[in-house]
């Protein structure tokens, strides 16, 4: 992953393959102090199947706030 490419990825609710959408550096912190922490890529996807949204940094997780965007 060192490349930024995002790896492909399976859903875990319906075992679609799932499309990547973006990828964006972060710490995966919520505090003004997430600057200075280390950075890394975290890549988001949706389901083409389910239609869930999912994102993947150092594992894949639900992603509930693009979900609630998306609906």
Known sequence: MSDGHAPD????????????VDTQSSSGA???QAASMPQMPIHYYDCPSCHTCWKLGTRLL???IRQILKG
């Open 9 to 20: 990825q399976i859903c875990p609710q319906c075992g679609a393959t799932l499309v990547h």
């Open 62 to 64: 639900p992603d509930p």
């Open 30 to 32: 919520f505090r003004t």
